[in-house]
Each structure stands twice: as C-alpha cells, then as structure tokens.
C-alpha cells in the first residue's frame, strides 16, 4: 500500500532553515509527480510545491525564492529545504501523492518558526 513518511520538521528562528524529507512506498515512485502542503491552524491546507515526475518545480507564491523541492528518485525520497523561514511558515508539512484518483498524505511534520 501507498505509504508516505515526512521528517525533519522541527523549531527554528525566523531567518533559519529546515530540511524536510519525505520516505515514499508502495508505488512508482520516478514516474510520479510529488508535493508539499502545510496546514497552519485555523486555517485550510494549501499546496506548497510540487515536483513533476520530469523533474520540473512549481512553488506557491508566498514561498518562491525561498524554498526547493526536490527528489532522489533511488531512494524514493522527496525533499523540501526551506530557507530564510518567516514565522508565517509555522505550519504542520505534509507529502502527498495522487493515485488512481486518490489523494494519499503522510503523518505530517510539525514546523514552527520563532524566537
């Protein structure tokens, strides 16, 4: 089954960096695209980035220039370093895949931004 394992979140101060990483299972990982969301409480989860099975990137707006998704298709792995964090950030991070029409999420990892 669809598995999917984020880490790496963590308590940083606002100019920091974090790197998440997300362990995927179950599925063709290469030929799969990959994205990030978060969720901040109170409010809706929204998509962060994302990474097409080609390799190209998309990012939302409000983290452009700050953050790079990537991916070790060996390893199954995809990536998020985020930089230059801002306490807006703060969030829960989630992986997620689309399979057969479904959308699979991970446990999430919690990443807090602040003094």
């Known amino acids: 089954q669809v598995q999917l394992v984020e880490s790496g979140g963590g308590l940083v101060q606002p100019g920091g960096s974090l790197r998440l990483s997300c362990a995927a299972s179950g599925f063709t990982f290469s030929t799969t695209d990959m994205m990030w969301y978060r969720q901040a409480p109170g409010k809706e989860r929204g998509q962060v980035a994302r990474?097409?099975?080609?390799?190209?990137?998309y990012y939302a707006e409000s983290v452009k220039g700050r953050f790079t998704i990537s991916r070790e298709n060996p390893k199954s792995t995809v990536f998020l370093q985020m930089d230059s964090l801002k306490p807006e950030d703060t969030a829960v991070y989630y992986c997620?895949?689309?399979?057969?029409?479904?959308?699979?999420w991970g446990q999430g990892t919690q990443v807090t931004v602040s003094s």
């Open positions: 990474i097409t099975r080609g390799g190209s990137t």
């Open positions: 997620n895949v689309i399979m057969y029409g479904r959308n699979y």
